[in-house]
């Protein structure tokens, strides 16, 4: 299959699993939501985006191998051992598809819905086709009625080629004018790139032509805005913030909607550094990379190398990652490693102060 059938895939499968994730939203029970072992929140809407994505692709790629790189299984979902919630993700897969004319007669099992939950645990690497799917990025933001995103990105010997990202509580109206003129006050974004082509938004419920996007024009970094989660504050963003001139306080975005809505020109500027090290899924950011660097933007990790995606569920990358306009990137590496430095130094002094 071409890359633009794929796309077109990818694109349906996002959009339905959006459609549920929204009506999980309109009627959010107390039982939709539970920790799973490692304390991080997940919903039905988690799991049944999942299992939608999984169908579809599945569908609508016939004869194409289906691997599945994705953040869920169905080990967390037998652990709860509740019928009633499996019988609820079955029942929102089921309308969902159902929704579609081309899915409407087809059969769905519980069992139909797990197996396509465990579709997810591919590996990913270096070689093949490897999907990549994020099916609710941003739980927490979901959960409490603010932004999150579902991001689905295409990985050819480690590559990603393409990427799809819905937005669903962002308005259409960019704040830097990339808006589609004629439904100004819809909320509800389909973001999707694909390499050498640009990376376009359309609505999400509306059928609209799609806008291309570029990343803002704004060359001066103490113009710049940037964005980051809404997580303990990381004390080198400020850092490196204050070296750049950046005065306004961060623009706080649950998700990947940081990289959609930077690849509009929302703002310039997003960082993902954390107090202490850990792995950095590839699902959380596969798809805002293309769709960012297919606007004219650069994703990097804290030394300037590009991500790589292709060590299998991990990114390996150096410290922290950094996502830009090409024309602000060069100062903001700087700042960057001179933040880096300084953190380094502080650290070491204080550690000689304890010996």
Same mark, same amino acid.
Request: charged share 25%.
């Given at each position: 299959?071409?890359?633009?059938?794929?796309?077109?895939?990818?694109?349906?499968?996002?959009?339905?699993?959006?459609?549920?994730?929204?009506?999980?939203?309109?009627?959010?029970?107390?039982?939709?939501?539970?920790?799973?072992?490692?304390?991080?929140?997940?919903?039905?809407?988690?799991?049944?985006?999942?299992?939608?994505?999984?169908?579809?692709?599945?569908?609508?790629?016939?004869?194409?191998?289906?691997?599945?790189?994705?953040?869920?299984?169905?080990?967390?979902?037998?652990?709860?051992?509740?019928?009633?919630? $499996?019988?609820?993700?079955?029942?929102? !897969? @089921?309308?969902?598809?159902? #929704?579609?004319?081309?899915? %409407?007669? *087809?059969?769905?099992?519980?069992?139909?819905?797990?197996?396509?939950?465990?579709?997810?645990?591919?590996?990913?690497?270096?070689?093949?086709?490897?999907?990549?799917?994020?099916?609710?990025?941003?739980?927490?933001?979901?959960?409490?009625?603010?932004?999150?995103?579902?991001?689905?990105?295409?990985?050819?010997?480690?590559?990603?080629?393409?990427?799809?990202?819905?937005?669903?509580?962002?308005?259409?109206?960019?704040?830097?004018?990339?808006?589609?003129?004629?439904?100004?006050?819809?909320?509800?974004?389909?973001?999707?790139?694909?390499?050498?082509?640009?990376?376009?938004?359309?609505? $999400?419920?509306?059928?609209?032509?799609? !806008? @291309?996007?570029?990343?803002? #024009?704004?060359?001066?970094? %103490?113009? *710049?805005?940037?964005?980051?989660?809404?997580?303990?504050?990381?004390?080198?963003?400020?850092?490196?913030?204050?070296?750049?001139?950046?005065?306004?306080?961060?623009?706080?975005?649950?998700?990947?909607?940081?990289?959609?809505?930077?690849?509009?020109?929302?703002?310039?500027?997003?960082?993902?550094?954390?107090?202490?090290?850990?792995?950095?899924?590839?699902?959380?950011?596969?798809?805002?990379?293309?769709?960012?660097?297919?606007?004219?933007?650069?994703?990097?990790?804290?030394?300037?190398?590009?991500?790589?995606?292709?060590?299998?569920?991990?990114?390996?990358?150096?410290?922290?990652?950094?996502?830009?306009?090409?024309?602000?990137?060069?100062?903001?590496?700087?700042?960057?490693?001179?933040?880096?430095?300084?953190?380094?130094?502080?650290?070491?002094?204080?550690?000689?102060?304890?010996?």
């Amino acid at each position: 299959m071409s890359y633009d059938e794929m796309l077109s895939a990818a694109k349906k499968a996002v959009s339905l699993a959006a459609r549920l994730s929204n009506q999980v939203r309109k009627s959010l029970l107390v039982s939709d939501v539970w920790n799973k072992s490692d304390e991080s929140p997940v919903t039905v809407a988690d799991y049944g985006s999942q299992a939608v994505v999984s169908l579809v692709l599945e569908r609508e790629l016939l004869n194409e191998p289906v691997s599945l790189v994705a953040e869920e299984d169905s080990g967390e979902l037998r652990k709860i051992a509740a019928e009633t919630v $499996l019988a609820r993700i079955t029942e929102l !897969v @089921k309308d969902t598809l159902a #929704s579609d004319e081309s899915y %409407a007669a *087809a059969p769905l099992s519980s069992d139909d819905v797990l197996n396509a939950i465990d579709r997810g645990k591919s590996e990913g690497g270096p070689m093949g086709r490897h999907w990549i799917l994020d099916p609710i990025g941003g739980t927490r933001g979901f959960i409490r009625g603010e932004q999150y995103a579902i991001g689905l990105a295409l990985l050819v010997d480690g590559k990603v080629v393409l990427g799809v990202m819905a937005c669903p509580k962002l308005p259409l109206a960019s704040t830097a004018g990339n808006t589609l003129k004629s439904l100004p006050e819809k909320v509800g974004c389909l973001f999707y790139g694909s390499v050498g082509n640009g990376t376009y938004v359309q609505s $999400l419920s509306v059928d609209s032509p799609p !806008v @291309k996007v570029e990343v803002s #024009s704004i060359d001066d970094p %103490a113009k *710049a805005s940037f964005f980051e989660s809404y997580h303990t504050p990381v004390p080198i963003h400020n850092t490196i913030a204050t070296k750049l001139g950046i005065k306004e306080s961060p623009i706080k975005i649950n998700s990947q909607t940081k990289y959609a809505a930077l690849s509009r020109g929302d703002g310039e500027v997003y960082l993902r550094f954390t107090r202490k090290a850990r792995p950095e899924s590839i699902w959380n950011h596969a798809a805002g990379s293309i769709i960012v660097s297919e606007a004219g933007g650069k994703v990097t990790d804290a030394a300037g190398n590009p991500l790589d995606f292709s060590k299998g569920k991990y990114l390996d990358y150096k410290r922290g990652i950094v996502v830009t306009t090409q024309k602000l990137l060069p100062r903001l590496l700087i700042a960057v490693r001179e933040s880096i430095k300084e953190e380094e130094e502080e650290e070491k002094a204080a550690s000689l102060k304890l010996h």
